[in-house]
């Protein structure tokens, strides 16, 4: 055994020296050869360089086949009649920007989809990120069983699933009993107009599932609440601040980092969960042989740059600060 | 002397309802643990409902008496269920699309993190940027041009349509994982790596003598995550998978149809349906619950350590 790990080892070498040693490239301590001509010497920053592109290149491979030549690919479907037969494969046909056209003048669900999905988002994100944050502000209290709490709320994030969800939504548990029996719903369909109504009355039938949505965010907040120091509330309450004024201007501006990471993380969690009827829209056009990839593929471009404005937008609104005024001394 | 100690009496009673401060009084706290409770009931009803559903009986079910608890211990939903998800030979596949890609992105994860986390190199901060912009880029837009690259390189269909991708750390919020390493192998600090090589170590032997013992924890973390998620995922499996393996979230999926096309309908039967549903479900969710239940702690703190919030 002990021989046959030699011999291994040793043909490993040659291999390796032979690698390191032929007419191409010349690998000594100190320099490359190139060609037996071309000399170059090895600084300690070019090695590193080297080490860390072969630490990072298995990523660097994976991103450029599977996100960049996909990405490309799907530009190319985008502005293509693309159409799969049996004998000859894919066949593209080149019609422009027709798809776009077509999405935003013939296809109506989607646009419907879409309104529906923006204006969940802008309902709900908040509403998760506030109901997170005071859920983890009563669990930074001074209380017995923290443990306890913590790991139910965080429970949800392990067994949410479309499937898991959609069983949930069918069998009306997706809500409280309560908000049925005293028809919250029917009340507020009845004061406010339709387009403010709807989205409303859907957040309280989901109520509970947005509240499964906001695990991890909570587990954020609290990790966040605890590297807050302590004494500066001291502080703050000697120099004659309320537990209200010091929410406002100690908790709140310490947890804008945190503020921003949750609210990206869960834009891209509602923009991908699979219940969504956009992405469901995309995926059942996929498969429809009238429109095809070309068009789908245009769909989820529109979708995606939908998605990014989306981002855009909240990470400026959270991450803009007022830079206070200070005058300038001329010294 | 009486009347003064009433008074202290009344004032320390006070003291000890409201506190001296906003949030020491008892009435505070008994506040916070009926919030705290009422807000846990609201998180545990849809699980609640699901338990007391899956357990009842044709007779419960049409008894407008029985609406939460169970009148007998019923469990020929649970053996309905069973058959009819076929739960050992799906279970088979849902591991091998779910601990595998989990395993193999949780080592590239880590890899791709220390290269980050340990060497300058050009360009850094653009990759970097990348990783996270690929976290971001919603997987429709990638979808189709993969489907047919593994169409073309005959993948799929097969499990390794879900595990290449996670091998080349373009998974399942990849970007996430390696983020969290990224974060991990910063806060070693650097003299260890140093001392190391001084002594003749090698970057990869550092790599594996080092950086790998010391971040085990982000390791289980990771894994954990991982395998979670790809339990719970459904879209890109469904359409990469297609009829080729099945998992156990697809068989939910269609159960419906598949329970008529197993077990016959009738409508007595379809009204049982519904709790041999909710039965199916739990027995999905069941196993991931069991991996929380024992490994509680490690998906919890490992957020607050992974130091995502620390940027």
New interface residues.
């Given amino acids: 055994m002990k021989k046959i790990l030699q011999f291994i080892s040793k043909i490993l070498k040659k291999v390796g020296h032979f690698l390191t040693h032929n007419w191409f490239i010349e690998i000594s301590n100190k320099e490359i050869i190139w060609f037996h001509k071309f000399h170059q010497t090895i600084t300690n920053?070019f090695r590193?360089?080297i080490?860390?592109?072969?630490?990072?290149s298995?990523?660097?491979?994976?991103?450029l086949?599977?996100?960049l030549?996909?990405?490309v690919?799907?530009i190319f479907?985008s502005i293509n009649k693309v159409t799969i037969t049996g004998g000859q494969g894919?066949q593209f046909e080149m019609v422009g920007f027709d798809n776009y056209v077509q999405i935003f003048t013939t296809d109506l669900d989607f646009m419907q989809y879409l309104q529906s999905f923006i204006g969940d988002i802008i309902l709900q994100v908040p509403i998760i990120l506030i109901i997170s944050m005071l859920?983890a502000i009563?669990?930074n209290?001074?209380?017995k069983l923290r443990?306890f709490?913590?790991?139910?709320?965080?429970?949800?994030?392990?067994?949410?699933?479309?499937?898991?969800i959609?069983?949930?939504l069918q069998?009306d548990?997706?809500s409280?009993p309560l908000i049925q029996e005293l028809a919250v719903i029917e009340t507020i369909e009845a004061a406010l107009p339709a387009f403010l109504a709807e989205p409303i009355t859907n957040l309280f039938s989901e109520?509970?599932i947005i509240?499964?949505f906001s695990g991890?965010q909570i587990?954020?907040f609290?990790?966040?609440l605890?590297?807050i120091d302590g004494e500066i509330y001291e502080a703050a309450?000697i120099d004659g601040a309320?537990?209200w004024e010091s929410f406002w201007k100690i908790t709140l501006p310490s947890l804008r980092?945190?503020i921003l990471?949750s609210a990206?993380y869960t834009i891209?969690m509602l923009?991908?969960f699979?219940t969504n009827s956009i992405?469901k829209h995309?995926?059942t056009l996929?498969f429809d042989t009238s429109r095809g990839?070309g068009y789908?593929?245009a769909?989820?471009?529109v979708?995606?740059i939908v998605?990014?404005m989306i981002?855009g937008i909240a990470v400026l609104l959270i991450a803009y600060q007022k830079k206070p005024k200070t005058k300038k001394v001329r010294g | 002397m009486t009347q003064k100690l009433k008074l202290i009496n009344k004032h320390s009673l006070r003291r000890k309802l409201f506190g001296y401060k906003l949030t020491d009084g008892l009435v505070f706290q008994i506040m916070i643990y009926v919030l705290l409770v009422t807000i846990g009931f609201v998180y545990v009803y849809p699980l609640l409902h699901m338990v007391s559903f899956s357990f009842q009986s044709l007779e419960d079910l049409l008894n407008p008496m029985v609406s939460q608890v169970p009148t007998t211990f019923y469990l020929q939903n649970y053996v309905d269920a069973f058959t009819v998800l076929k739960y050992f030979e799906t279970m088979g596949s849902s591991l091998a699309v779910t601990l595998l890609p989990a395993i193999m992105q949780t080592l590239i994860a880590s890899l791709v993190g220390y290269g980050f986390a340990r060497f300058e190199f050009p360009l850094k901060k653009t990759l970097l940027a990348l990783v996270v912009a690929t976290y971001i880029i919603p997987p429709q837009v990638t979808m189709i041009p993969k489907y047919v690259l593994f169409f073309n390189i005959g993948i799929l269909e097969t499990v390794w349509s879900i595990i290449l991708p996670a091998t080349l750390g373009q998974g399942l919020n990849s970007a996430i994982f390696i983020l969290i390493f990224y974060q991990f192998y910063k806060m070693i600090p650097k003299v260890l790596d140093e001392a190391a090589q001084i002594d003749g170590a090698s970057r990869i032997y550092t790599y594996f003598k080092i950086a790998i013992p010391l971040s085990i924890p982000s390791f289980i973390t990771s894994f954990l995550f991982s395998f979670v998620w790809y339990w719970n995922e459904t879209y890109i499996s469904t359409l990469f998978l297609g009829s080729g393996v099945e998992t156990l979230q697809m068989r939910l999926a269609d159960f419906v149809s598949e329970y008529s096309s197993i077990l016959g309908s009738s409508q007595a039967i379809n009204y049982a349906n519904e709790a041999v549903r909710m039965a199916a479900t739990m027995l999905i969710i069941a196993p991931m619950l069991i991996v929380y239940f024992i490994m509680q702690r490690w998906f919890i703190e490992g957020i607050d350590r992974a130091g995502i919030t620390g940027e």
């Fill in positions: 920053r590193e360089s080490q860390g592109y072969a630490f990072i298995i990523w660097i491979f994976g991103f086949t599977l996100t030549y996909p990405l690919t799907s479907y894919i859920i009563l669990l209290q001074k209380i443990g709490f913590r790991s139910i709320y965080f429970l949800p994030v392990i067994i949410v699933s479309g499937p898991v959609n069983e949930l069998q548990a997706g409280i109520i509970i509240l499964w991890v587990v954020l609290l990790a966040g605890q590297k309450q309320s537990p980092p945190i990471v990206v891209v923009a991908t699979s992405i995309i995926q996929m990839y789908s593929a769909l989820s471009w979708y995606f998605v990014a981002l």
